[in-house]
């Protein structure tokens, strides 16, 4: 690789993000951050400048060897931060100074993406979705109420472009499952009008063909894999049964459009 690469990660919440993370940190030369607090404040008002100052200063931190406070637990990248989902200081090997630093938020850069894709020198991004049933039933088994009631009212400090226009009248809906799928919609949407300039991966290709689909972003962010790893396939976690059938058609009257442009069935 030439030159130094900040990387972007992120996606809709619950769509394999931390899985990702996980992989890409695996990256020769890599380092991924998953979730550091200081997004919040430093992006605070759609501030695309606070990015830029916070991979400055943890690449600072990183090269004089101190310890950054990541999901990491035992030494290992924390994959699901359903089942695990807490911050410890760590130590981050790198090579040199050329490391890729990786940063992954959900929403906040979800909310940001028309702005983060547009303005110079900013980060290459990788995003992830994943199938509507399945990631809505996921956000409302979480403990985070703005998942579980589908109100993240908070992006209303960082949302920028279409995301800023739409947002107002998602958080107003009163059905929680069709305001749900407008959360959804909303998201994929987003990734759907950066598509050509970001690099998206399905989460349940990422579990039923890691290989190749680490092998796609290994190309598109120009890094070489970890030989010694071996990624093993299984299959993706299925949520829809947790839905009734009238849930599950509120859901689809709203995504079936967009979600069969990444390849979903509604039926």
């Not at 400048?49 to 990491?72: H, T």
Request: net charge positive; charged share 25%.
């Amino acid at each position: 690789m030439k030159g130094k690469l900040n990387l972007v990660i992120t996606g809709l919440p619950r769509s394999g993000t931390s899985l990702l993370c996980a992989r890409v940190n695996d990256f020769k030369n890599a380092v991924v951050l998953n979730e550091p607090a200081e997004v919040f404040g430093a992006l605070r008002g759609g501030s695309v400048e606070g990015l830029l100052s916070i991979f400055s200063q943890y690449r600072d931190d990183i090269e004089q060897g101190k310890p950054v406070a990541n999901k990491i637990k035992d030494g290992k990248f924390i994959e699901d931060t359903r089942l695990e989902d807490s911050r410890s200081l760590y130590v981050h090997p790198i090579d040199d100074s050329q490391f890729t630093l990786g940063i992954k938020n959900t929403l906040v850069f979800m909310a940001m993406l028309s702005e983060i894709t547009r303005a110079k020198g900013l980060p290459k991004v990788v995003a992830s979705i994943r199938h509507p049933y399945d990631c809505i039933a996921s956000w409302h088994s979480v403990a985070f109420p703005h998942l579980q009631q589908a109100k993240p009212d908070f992006l209303l400090n960082y949302a920028t472009g279409n995301f800023s226009d739409r947002l107002p009248e998602l958080l107003n809906e009163q059905d929680l499952y069709v305001r749900s799928a407008k959360l959804w919609l909303l998201l994929a949407k987003t990734l759907l009008v950066a598509k050509s300039k970001i690099h998206v991966v399905r989460y349940e290709d990422m579990v039923k063909k890691p290989e190749r689909e680490y092998e796609r972003i290994s190309q598109y962010l120009g890094l070489k894999m970890n030989v010694e790893q071996s990624l093993s396939a299984s299959k993706p976690v299925r949520r829809r049964e947790e839905f009734s059938d009238a849930q599950r058609g509120a859901i689809a009257e709203v995504c079936n459009k967009v979600a069969g442009q990444f390849g979903y069935q509604m039926n």
